[in-house]
């Protein structure tokens, strides 16, 4: 379950929209520094070993469940990334 903050939002910049696309830039830059070098430790560890080499990701072609599975993971992310603006709407629907 998500937790949300109550309460005010902290304005840092001169504009509380510009505040707001700022966090939303953050949040994917820390999600994807860390995807990247997890993703990168084991690409290194599985060719190390000899599990797979690079070609063989690249060439991976994922199945119907996979795809859907993907596609779920990409909903939820999607709707992480922009729980800012999810909020403010909310806000904007109770007033």
Avoid: F
């Avoid at 505040?19 to 990168?40: C, F, N, Q, W, Y």
């Amino acid at each position: 379950m998500t937790k949300i903050a109550k309460g005010k939002r902290p304005v840092y910049l001169e504009n509380p929209q510009t505040d707001k696309l700022l966090a939303i830039v953050m949040a994917l830059t820390g999600e994807v520094s860390v995807l990247h070098e997890r993703l990168d430790t084991i690409e290194r560890l599985l060719e190390v070993k000899g599990i797979l080499s690079a070609s063989e990701i690249e060439a991976y072609e994922p199945d119907v469940k996979v795809t859907k599975e993907r596609e779920q993971w990409r909903t939820e992310y999607i709707a992480r990334v922009l729980r800012v603006v999810q909020e403010e709407l909310e806000t904007l629907k109770q007033s």
